[in-house]
């Protein structure tokens, strides 16, 4: 079946250290990639999307390659603000309209 | 533009007792999803409608949930004789239409605690 995996948190960092959060998925199909934010007391933000293979999607210095070889949808960020602290989910969208999420990955920045 | 809204924010009930949640979808969005959001969990697919019909209910977990989106905007998702394990945060979304590719706006929730 499609499954999203994501590395666990929580993703303890300082103020301006470079971020990463793993994402692969499992999927039938050539599936949509997604990553949502949900900032504390907030609801799910899209944070930014691929559509196809080699794809980078981005926003508020936020990176992600569609990586079809690897099954990978990395999230990355040059410089963390204390303002990125927040719950990240990874998802894909095989077509059958539903959103598959991953369990999200806490990042926690300290000043 | 106003974004998907979700009433109640909070709803607190008793085992056995019936619920509503409600959902406002951006206007003129076709496709309206539910979902639920248990804690420390990403969210769970529930139902997908298309318009007035439900396209895909894969998601519900038993004959106790369903919903409904008479005019094709507002949906409503009911449970009947709730339980505690029911208890979660149920989410909301709408898309401009139903392609894999288009982005599902969400609402901020309903937090459903049974007691």
């Known amino acids: 079946g499609n499954s999203v995996t994501q590395m666990e948190g929580p993703v303890t960092l300082s103020e301006e250290a470079f971020l990463t959060i793993n994402c692969t998925y499992t999927?039938?199909?050539?599936?949509?990639l997604f990553w949502y934010v949900q900032y504390p007391g907030e609801g799910l933000q899209l944070l930014l999307k691929?559509?196809?293979?080699?794809d980078k999607g981005s926003n508020k210095g936020f990176e992600a390659t569609y990586r079809k070889e690897t099954t990978s949808f990395h999230l990355e960020k040059g410089s963390v603000q204390v303002s990125d602290s927040a719950v990240y989910f990874c998802?894909?969208?095989?077509?059958?309209?539903?959103?598959?999420f991953g369990t999200g990955t806490r990042l926690l920045v300290s000043p | 533009g106003a974004g998907v809204s979700q009433t109640p924010s909070n709803k607190v009930t008793e085992k056995g007792k019936y619920v509503e949640l409600r959902c406002d979808p951006i206007?003129?969005?076709?496709?309206l999803y539910w979902y639920r959001q248990s804690l420390g969990q990403g969210p769970e697919f529930l139902i997908y409608?298309?318009?007035?019909?439900?396209?895909?209910d894969s998601g519900l977990p038993n004959d106790r949930f369903f919903a409904v989106r008479p005019e094709g905007s507002v949906s409503t998702l009911k449970i009947q004789r709730t339980e505690r394990g029911d208890s979660a945060v149920y989410l909301c979304?709408?898309?401009?239409?139903?392609?894999?590719?288009?982005?599902?706006?969400f609402g901020p929730g309903t937090r459903l605690t049974v007691l």
């Open positions: 979304a709408s898309s401009l239409t139903q392609g894999d590719t288009d982005t599902q706006y």
């Open positions: 999927a039938t199909g050539y599936p949509s």
């Open positions: 691929a559509t196809k293979a080699d």
């Open positions: 998802a894909l969208n095989t077509g059958f309209q539903k959103l598959v």
């Open positions: 206007s003129g969005h076709t496709a």
């Open positions: 409608f298309q318009g007035t019909g439900a396209a895909d």
